[in-house]
Nanobody
Framework: QVQRVESGGGLVQPGGSLRLSCVTS????????MGWYRQTPGKQRELVAS????????KYAESVKGRFSISRDNNKNTVYLHLNNLKVEDTAAYYC???????????WGQGTQVTVSS
């Protein structure tokens, strides 16, 4: 059974930073392209960043380029999202999932809430 556990969210002021973590089990993690997604109430979930199994291809949404950084540790079955220079509009629930062409596949975890507010 595939499980994903996201953590690291919280309340932060504009300009602040956070590091999100997602531990995944039940998949061949080192072969999987992983993505971080976010969703706000009433809006569709959107892909924020993705990273291939070897980490050789990384993609970002235009809205987070230069501020967010995705990385992974295949020994720990963990993918990270480093959020820097946070803006109010980054407020959302953040999720990780196996990514296929920009879409998360499989069961979604509980996510981790990021709130950017002064």
């Amino acid at each position: 059974q595939v499980q994903r556990v996201e953590s690291g969210g919280g309340l932060v002021q504009p300009g602040g930073s956070l590091r999100l973590s997602c531990v995944t089990s039940g998949v061949l993690f080192s072969f999987a392209t992983m993505g971080w997604y976010r969703q706000t109430p009433g809006k569709q979930r959107e892909l924020v960043a993705s990273i291939t199994g070897r980490g050789d291809t990384i993609k970002y949404a235009e809205s987070v380029k230069g501020r967010f950084s995705i990385s992974r540790d295949n020994n720990k079955n963990t993918v990270y999202l480093h959020l820097n220079n946070l803006k109010v509009e980054d407020t959302a629930a953040y999720y990780c999932n196996v990514d296929r062409d920009g879409v998360g596949i499989g069961t979604w975890g509980q996510g981790t809430q990021v709130t950017v507010s002064s």
